[in-house]
């Protein structure tokens, strides 16, 4: 579904606090440090509530979200969906190649200057 490759990007904001006292605006409500402001994206599927009490709350217990700004996205990405791991050739692979390529590039030297 659409909804799993969806997500909310949420602004989370903390209070503005100068000589140790959260600073407040007209309306008695904190300020917002312009500073401080992040955002999470938030898979839709997840209720953002929710996700915020458990995920942002115990880092940045003063913390709000800016609901006005919420954007919704889409993001594929393709590595995480679509890679496929290919197992490294080996340390000792790797040097019987070199070894090798080594000894052919000497027998080649010594034809040249033969």
């Known amino acids: 579904p659409n909804e799993f490759f969806g997500y909310t990007k949420v602004t989370v904001e903390?209070?503005?606090?100068?000589?140790?006292?959260?600073?407040l605006d007209n309306k008695g409500k904190p300020k917002a440090d312009?500073?401080?402001?992040?955002?999470?994206?938030?898979?839709?599927?997840?209720?953002?509530?929710?996700?915020?009490?458990?995920?942002?709350k115990p880092n940045a217990p003063n913390a709000w979200c800016d609901r006005s700004k919420d954007k919704v996205?889409?993001?594929?990405?393709?590595?995480?969906?679509?890679?496929k791991f290919v197992e490294?050739?080996?340390?000792?692979?790797?040097?019987?190649?070199?070894?090798?390529?080594?000894?052919?590039i000497n027998k080649l030297t010594e034809e040249i200057n033969d």
Request: aromatic share 14%.
């Open 73 to 83: 996205g889409y993001q594929i990405t393709f590595t995480k969906y679509f890679y």
């Open 14 to 23: 903390q209070p503005l606090i100068e000589d140790g006292e959260v600073k």
């Open 34 to 56: 312009k500073s401080k402001s992040d955002y999470e994206n938030i898979q839709l599927s997840k209720d953002i509530n929710q996700y915020f009490d458990e995920e942002v």
């Open 88 to 104: 490294f050739r080996s340390i000792e692979k790797i040097s019987n190649d070199l070894k090798s390529l080594n000894e052919e």
